[in-house]
């Protein structure tokens, strides 16, 4: 399969718990993005990285909420000390970089539940 | 608040009938516009896209249809199947900006 993974797929943590997830991004794609998307509701934007640099964060990515993308591959997005509110899916998606048009190709997600 | 949207959240269809999915947006910056259909449990799967010096474009059994006057794009399936039956959201993107903005989805049931 070569299209966008994510791992875990789903995640069932304790409130205060740290939780990371993982994304592998289409191979040649080097614009990576993290979203969020709740119950009956659209994805919405957290961040996004070219290559290793991450270039925008939403004012929804908290300080409890990091991402990487250390070697411009995969990435990862960790959240401190989870709240209930913090439960949704969380989608990792990837684009090309010499498209003048910005076809974005979304994972599966994962789904995290904070109790 | 949310800079696209959609008309209807759910739109009943029966088989073989076309159908068809309106978003609304508000942003005039806007050049890029994508339908995605997601299905229970899974990620948006890109559908069609258009660019905003086009008015229309067509795929697979899909058109898209972009009025840049009123600021509404219409995603059109002809020949609906049950596989057709999921969640579709559009989603703009604002020029030299990358990412998504999504509207709230519409549900499309197939009767058979």
């Known amino acids: 399969d070569t299209g966008v993974s994510q791992n875990p797929r789903h995640k069932i943590t304790k409130r205060g718990q740290n939780v990371t997830f993982r994304c592998d991004p289409i191979?040649?794609?080097?614009?990576l993005y993290w979203y969020r998307q709740t119950l009956g509701q659209g994805p919405e934007f957290l961040t996004y990285?070219?290559?290793?640099?991450?270039?925008?964060k939403s004012r929804l990515l908290s300080d409890r909420f990091s991402a990487e993308r250390p070697k411009g591959s995969f990435s990862t997005l960790e959240i401190q000390r989870t709240e209930q509110g913090d439960s949704a899916m969380y989608l990792c998606?990837?684009?090309?970089?010499?498209?003048?048009?910005?076809?974005?190709?979304f994972g599966p997600g994962t789904r995290l539940t904070v109790l | 608040g949310e800079s696209v949207g959609l008309h209807l959240p759910t739109l009943s269809v029966q088989e073989g009938d076309n159908s068809i999915i309106n978003c609304a947006y508000s942003?005039?910056?806007?050049?890029?516009f994508i339908w995605y259909k997601q299905e229970s449990g899974k990620g948006p799967q890109f559908i069609i896209d258009?660019?905003?010096?086009?008015d229309k474009r067509q795929g697979q059994r899909v058109t898209v249809l972009l009025n840049k006057t009123v600021k509404h794009l219409s995603l059109q399936i002809a020949a609906t199947q049950p596989g057709d039956s999921a969640v579709y959201f559009c989603?703009?993107?604002?020029?030299?900006?990358?990412?998504?903005?999504f509207g709230a989805g519409t549900t499309v049931t197939v009767r058979a």
């Open positions: 942003n005039s910056a806007s050049d890029y």
């Open positions: 258009i660019r905003s010096n086009m």
């Open positions: 989603a703009e993107n604002i020029r030299n900006d990358y990412k998504l903005s």
């Open positions: 990285f070219q290559n290793e640099a991450q270039l925008e």
């Open positions: 998606a990837s684009s090309p970089g010499t498209r003048v048009v910005n076809e974005q190709f």
């Open positions: 191979s040649e794609h080097n614009r």
